[in-house]
């Protein structure tokens, strides 16, 4: 699996414990080859731990999926994190610097999409362990993108964090289907584009 590219995350799941070692196998695997393809044995092969460890740690592959998703997700809010921290009391800057981050992403050699909207795809089940992490980030990021809408000042705060949903998932699909030729480099000036419409343009006061 990829690195992270600048500011965009990807799994971590780095140790020396047989769980982190499962998790950091899983990840790989299922991130590169899909989790439908990839089996519970070749994670055991490609973690080197035990079959049994594996099974200690998690009750079958459905539970393998929900905690790599769970780990991801933990990852992707530590970067949602330290990118906004960078830019306080700034929210146009913080969205910028999000949406920077994410077509630059988007737009790297080897990646392979938005592992939630990945597991929802090949998950469609509602009640499926993994689309229900899947569902839950994405619900996070509806109700963190209200919040930076609301703070830049849009009248409809929801209707400009679904705008941004909108661009941020459309950014994700190109990126894997079109590779370094997706539209993920215009993901920060639609954005932009979107704050300016619901917001008006930034002035300056000289």
Not at 139 to 156: F, H, N, Q, T
Request: charged share 25%; aromatic share 8%; hydrophobic share 40%.
């Amino acid at each position: 699996m990829q690195e992270p590219i600048q500011d965009e995350p990807a799994p971590d799941g780095s140790g020396k414990s047989a769980r982190a070692r499962i998790l950091k196998a899983a990840a790989e695997l299922f991130y590169r080859d899909g989790i439908r393809a990839v089996g519970v044995d070749a994670v055991i092969a490609h973690s080197g731990v035990a079959k049994m460890s594996l099974y200690r740690n998690f009750s079958g592959k459905d539970e393998l999926v929900a905690a790599f998703l769970e780990d991801f997700d933990r990852v992707y809010w530590d970067w949602w994190d330290r990118v906004t921290a960078r830019h306080p009391d700034d929210p146009r800057a913080q969205i910028r610097a999000l949406f920077t981050a994410l077509g630059k992403r988007t737009t790297s050699p080897g990646y392979r999409g938005c592992p939630f909207i990945n597991t929802a795809v090949e998950f469609p089940e509602p009640d499926h362990p993994g689309h229900a992490v899947a569902r839950a980030n994405k619900r996070e990021l509806r109700e963190r993108l209200r919040g930076l809408a609301s703070a830049v000042g849009a009248a409809d705060p929801g209707l400009l964090a679904d705008q941004l949903l909108l661009v941020m998932d459309g950014a994700y699909t190109s990126g894997q289907t079109l590779g370094a030729d997706g539209v993920g480099q215009a993901a920060a000036a639609a954005a932009e584009a979107l704050v300016d419409a619901a917001c008006g343009p930034l002035t300056i006061n000289k």
